[in-house]
């Protein structure tokens, strides 16, 4: 089945009313430099160009831990593993960006090897510490190497673009490919594997089914996203350092857009970056003046709301909403 039956199909099964949402959504977003401007919405494009590279993150740490049920805090080291490696190889060989963006991503995808191989055997909250733990590590490394990496204040990289439309497609346009592409990996046949590897992995594995490798494959695709994610994080910034890309508040932070958004969908989590990057950077302290630790404060406050509230997910919450909407009228009008 190619990629298009699998979309056509999966869309399919959508409603009138939830392809309506999905049509207003992308129709907006991807004409959004076209109409912000000139309606009073023109500040939203450079944090919504942000938040498409957040919500790359998102999708990439969904389709492993989501699926599969094995939680990993330490993600945050991959995108910043291939965030470093694309300013070092710039500053210190003076590669260009056709060089340096394939050798980044195989950065990410080297890390997440190393976070994958030892701890994808074992279960329960020894992957979680694991990936807590290597992540750590991670972080002192860049201060061990401070001669190479720049240590506490990190290194510049060339900025893709000041022009803040181009930089939003720079985001948008990559964004929904990988969704597509992760779409694909969720509604195939490897996808059903992932949720049955996290709804009951020992009757998996009782199937004769080598579990060992899905969860593997899961982790090599996670990793190749978030490493695509860390180099465009670091061109749209111009610079790398351990603050910005590589403390585990960057981790927690992903898990939280997906969790808002709603596990184990893709889109969801895309939906839940949007959300936590406008309330971040234009709601709470442009909108409602909220400055330093306010911020922060009301910004989890809010967070935890959402996940107490929602459990399900926000985005997932309205698109079952839209389901039962629609066949409550299919129903009246048989």
Same mark, same amino acid.
């Given at each position: 089945?190619?990629?298009?039956?699998?979309? !056509?199909?999966?869309?399919?099964? @959508?409603?009138?009313?939830?392809?309506?949402?999905?049509?207003?959504?992308?129709?907006?977003?991807?004409?959004?430099?076209?109409?912000?401007?000139?309606?009073?919405?023109?500040?939203? %494009?450079?944090?919504?160009?942000?938040?498409?590279?957040?919500?790359?993150?998102?999708?990439?740490?969904?389709? #492993?831990?989501?699926? &599969?049920?094995?939680?990993? /805090?330490?993600?945050?080291?991959?995108?910043?593993?291939?965030?470093?490696?694309?300013?070092?190889?710039?500053?210190?060989?003076?590669?260009?960006? @056709?060089?340096?963006?394939?050798?980044?991503?195989?950065?990410?995808?080297?890390?997440?090897?190393?976070?994958?191989?030892?701890?994808?055997?074992?279960?329960?909250?020894? /992957?979680?510490?694991?990936?807590?733990?290597?992540?750590?590590?991670?972080?002192?490394?860049?201060?061990?190497?401070?001669?190479?990496?720049?240590?506490?204040?990190?290194?510049?990289?060339?900025?893709? &673009?000041?022009?803040? &439309?181009?930089?939003?497609?720079? !985001?948008?346009?990559?964004?929904?490919?990988?969704?597509?592409?992760?779409?694909?990996?969720?509604?195939?046949?490897?996808?059903?594997?992932?949720? =049955? #590897?996290?709804?009951?992995?020992?009757?998996?594995?009782?199937?004769?089914?080598?579990?060992?490798?899905?969860?593997?494959? @899961?982790?090599?695709?996670?990793?190749?996203?978030?490493?695509?994610?860390?180099?465009?994080?670091?061109? /749209?910034?111009?610079?790398?350092?351990?603050?910005?890309?590589?403390?585990?508040?960057?981790?927690?932070?992903? %898990?939280?857009?997906?969790?808002?958004?709603?596990?184990?969908?893709?889109?969801?989590?895309?939906?839940?970056?949007?959300?936590?990057?406008?309330?971040?950077?234009? %709601?709470?302290?442009?909108?409602?003046?909220?400055?330093?630790?306010?911020?922060?404060?009301?910004?989890?406050?809010? =967070?935890?709301?959402?996940?107490?509230?929602?459990?399900?997910?926000? /985005?997932?919450?309205?698109?079952?909403?839209?389901?039962?909407?629609?066949?409550?009228?299919?129903?009246?009008?048989?």
């Amino acid at each position: 089945m190619t990629l298009q039956d699998h979309i !056509t199909r999966r869309f399919s099964e @959508a409603n009138r009313y939830q392809f309506g949402l999905l049509a207003i959504l992308f129709v907006s977003l991807s004409t959004l430099p076209l109409w912000a401007p000139i309606t009073g919405f023109g500040g939203l %494009i450079y944090p919504l160009a942000l938040a498409n590279i957040w919500a790359i993150f998102a999708m990439g740490w969904d389709i #492993i831990s989501g699926y &599969t049920g094995y939680i990993s /805090f330490g993600h945050s080291a991959l995108s910043g593993a291939a965030a470093y490696a694309t300013a070092m190889l710039a500053t210190h060989l003076e590669l260009p960006l @056709a060089a340096t963006f394939p050798l980044s991503v195989v950065a990410a995808l080297i890390v997440g090897m190393l976070f994958a191989l030892p701890s994808l055997r074992l279960r329960g909250p020894y /992957f979680s510490l694991l990936t807590l733990v290597g992540a750590l590590l991670f972080y002192r490394l860049l201060f061990v190497f401070n001669e190479y990496t720049g240590g506490e204040l990190g290194m510049s990289v060339e900025a893709i &673009t000041y022009d803040t &439309t181009v930089l939003y497609y720079y !985001t948008f346009v990559p964004m929904v490919f990988i969704a597509l592409g992760l779409l694909y990996v969720s509604r195939s046949n490897v996808g059903v594997v992932l949720v =049955a #590897i996290r709804e009951n992995e020992p009757a998996v594995e009782s199937a004769g089914i080598d579990t060992t490798k899905f969860k593997l494959w @899961a982790f090599t695709l996670s990793a190749v996203t978030m490493g695509v994610g860390g180099v465009m994080l670091a061109h /749209f910034y111009g610079s790398v350092d351990p603050t910005t890309m590589v403390i585990l508040d960057r981790s927690i932070e992903m %898990i939280v857009m997906a969790v808002i958004g709603g596990m184990s969908s893709i889109l969801g989590p895309i939906g839940g970056a949007y959300v936590f990057i406008l309330l971040r950077d234009t %709601i709470l302290p442009g909108t409602l003046g909220l400055g330093g630790t306010q911020r922060w404060f009301a910004l989890w406050a809010v =967070a935890l709301g959402l996940i107490v509230f929602a459990r399900e997910g926000v /985005f997932r919450k309205l698109w079952h909403g839209l389901g039962e909407q629609g066949s409550e009228n299919e129903s009246e009008t048989e």
